[in-house]
């Protein structure tokens, strides 16, 4: 017992507090990258897994361009440009040459991990906050906040405009239902290409401002981000019908991707705090994805089961006997 | 109007699942021309209508309309000149999508999509007015997500879409198997009442051999790929039941050995 009394004794809840900005800041960047998963694999019904690639890819394109002398804004336009060209590879692959469409994913994420490594040249880029003027940074977490509030916003406006407007609507008709779709003249092939590339490029955005807030572009910073989104958009997915039930409207549910995003962060630095070894991160960030994808699944169950109906009708039986 | 000239069709060639669908189908619709199609299951009338579509290409042959030839087209390509409402009251339709979301994305059918707003104000009146005529209290939900509507109300939307930008054709493929027969027979009229009231040319595959002869102004049959039967005119105003199974015996050398048909021959 005594170890445990000694462990618990070791947490200092202000710490966990002080790290508590710098989740939140973390967690509104990759809920940008989610609002990307959001898009391919809510909207489009499409697993998209070049994301791990055109994540990199963003933060590879920013900070070779810094490091060249360009100007931030210009690093990030041509980082979403260069996550564009990865969607369409990926859309290409399945339209064009029929290929399914986690294995396209799949294709384009592994095929990127050579072109970022030919970026960057080398496998990890430092780019300091004294040495350049960036958008974000870890050194000033409440402006990389309100920053990334910031832009979130803006996303989130052109998302839901563009998801209104005729084509829009046709990406959307596309990924609920592709044979009627057909039917009304929209080319499903186009439609996919299109979403899929503004997904990355998307992906590529947060990519970017990622390698700046933490200083330094890596080759393997995109590593797992498919299942860092994903946990961004059904923790907010679950969290948001929790709350909101049958009024769930399309801003909240994108409000809400940006709020899993910060929550997952939230729980990493619990996890952290509780000092787990950081070599099981990846672990605990699959357990709490599982937990979340399951907890709708479960709760349909409580509902109604095979389970139940030999509960209530034991429980009946027992009554008339 | 409508031209199938000589159309073959086999599926899985060389493989055990070998099919021939479609041996050597010919049609001409005319204007204004309401069809059904009946035969047993196989017959190939499913796929003549998916054929038209451009589900798939054909091996062989030509569809025309209008004189134009759209068998080399894909399937979205013809979709301006086509209406189709299908048997199971989801294809039509997207679920996640309101009403009103479902019928601008019809009303747009073969007009190139852009960035202005997917629903405009103008629209939502005439949707409305048109909703109400169909007498299914659908008019004050159009907002409400397809997905919450029945099956019947989801095949009426389905042919208030297909026919919302007047099409040079309408397939109807079995649209009212699925529903419950009062339902269906609701549909049904509907259906009979939009093919009127627009003057439009339809085509409408059936198992119901009542429906078949009740409803529009010809009738073919197909068995094996082929058409057997083709009756206008007086001599569809005057046909019945036993008639038609007598000149399918006649026509095909067999007897229509297919409980769904004959179990449905009376209403």
Known sequence: MDFLAEYFGSLNPLSFLSALPGNIAQGIIWGLMGLGVFLTFKLLNFADLSVDGSFATGGAVTAVMLINGCPVWATIIVAILAGLAAGLVTGLLHTLLGIPDILAGILTQIALYSINLNIMGKSNLPISYRNYTLVVSASNINMAILVGLGICAIVIAAMYWYFGTEQGSTIRATGSNPAMSKAQGININFTKVIALALSNGLVALSGSLFAQYQGFADINMGRGAIVIGLAAVIIGEVLGEAIFRKHMNFIIRMLFVIVGGILYYIAMGIVLWLKMPTDDTKLFTAIIVAIFLAVPYLQKKRKTSFKKVAKMNAKNAQKEG | ?267
């Open chain 2, 1 to 267: 109007m409508l031209e199938i000239k000589n159309v073959w069709k086999t599926f899985n060639k060389g493989t055990v699942n070998e099919k021939q669908a479609l041996c050597g189908v010919n049609l001409t619709l005319n204007d204004g021309d309401f069809c059904t199609v009946i035969g047993g299951n196989g017959a190939g009338k499913s796929t003549t209508l998916n054929a038209i579509a451009g589900v798939w290409p054909v091996d062989c042959g030509q569809i025309l309309i209008d004189g134009k030839d759209i068998s080399a087209l894909p399937e979205h390509k013809r979709a301006p000149y086509l209406g189709r409402v299908f048997q199971d009251p989801m294809t039509g339709t997207v679920a996640d999508m309101e009403i009103i979301e479902n019928l601008a994305i019809a009303a747009r059918r073969g007009k190139k999509r852009g960035l202005s707003w997917g629903v405009k104000k103008e629209e939502k009146a005439r949707y409305r007015e048109m909703l109400a005529e169909f007498d299914l209290g659908l008019e004050d939900r159009m907002s409400s997500k397809v997905g919450l509507l029945s099956g019947g109300q989801r095949q009426a939307i389905t042919l208030l879409m297909a026919t919302i930008k007047k099409p040079k054709l309408l397939l109807l493929d079995e649209h009212t198997a699925a529903l419950d027969p009062k339902t269906a027979a609701k549909v049904l009229e509907l259906s009979d009442k939009i093919i009127a009231e627009n003057n439009l040319t339809a085509l409408m595959v059936t198992h119901n051999m009542h429906d078949a002869i009740v409803h529009g102004n010809r009738l073919i049959m197909m068995s094996d790929g082929k058409i057997i039967l083709d009756i206008s005119g007086e001599e569809k105003k005057n046909l019945t039941v036993e008639h038609l199974l007598e000149m399918f015996e006649k026509a095909s050398g067999s007897k229509l050995e297919n409980d769904r048909m004959l179990l449905s021959k009376d209403k």
